[in-house]
């Protein structure tokens, strides 16, 4: 079972993570290609990706909002989909084991830098309950598809 579960996820694992708009502002990029947001890159299994990933959007938000003037569009917050066992960082009972991961991705939520969402496939895989999601997080039914989704469907690219 768990060879068939990894399977699954083989074609998504050099992705990674987040959120969509229903109408996305398009961003340059240095290539001078419109995109419409950003999707973060995880090695999974590894939560110190994830924490290097959110420092990253954090130094990204600092210097865009040096750099930005008052009248210019808002950025879409960059998606963080996380899923395999990484989804437990997220949730009540783990927070003091992941306290400092934690407490940069709810100020980077707070922010609208980051949006974070959790697979339900693996939140389950894990044993965890929905109840004990952390506020700023939400819920999609399978993350590689979401993440498919957003650099397929929504022309998101990788941050």
């Known amino acids: 079972m768990r060879w068939l579960y990894i399977l699954v996820l083989l074609p998504n694992l050099l992705q990674a993570q987040v959120n969509y708009l229903d109408t996305p502002v398009p961003l340059m990029t240095a290539d001078s290609k419109a995109v419409t947001g950003y999707v973060a890159r995880i090695n999974l299994d590894r939560a110190d990706q994830v ?88 819920t999609v039914p399978f993350g590689p598809a979401e993440i498919s989704r957003l650099l397929e469907d929504q022309k998101y690219s990788l941050f």
Request: aromatic share 12%.
């Open 51 to 138: 924490f290097e990933a959110l420092r990253r959007a954090e130094a990204y938000f600092q210097t865009k909002q040096q750099l930005d003037s008052p009248v210019s569009p808002a950025v879409p917050p960059i998606a963080f989909v996380i899923y395999g066992p990484d989804v437990g960082i997220f949730f009540k009972e783990n927070y003091s084991a992941f306290k400092p991961i934690v407490d940069l991705a709810a100020r980077l939520s707070a922010l609208e830098v980051i949006d974070i969402k959790v697979c339900q496939v693996s939140y389950e895989r894990e044993g965890l309950d929905r109840a004990t999601l952390l506020p700023f997080v939400s």
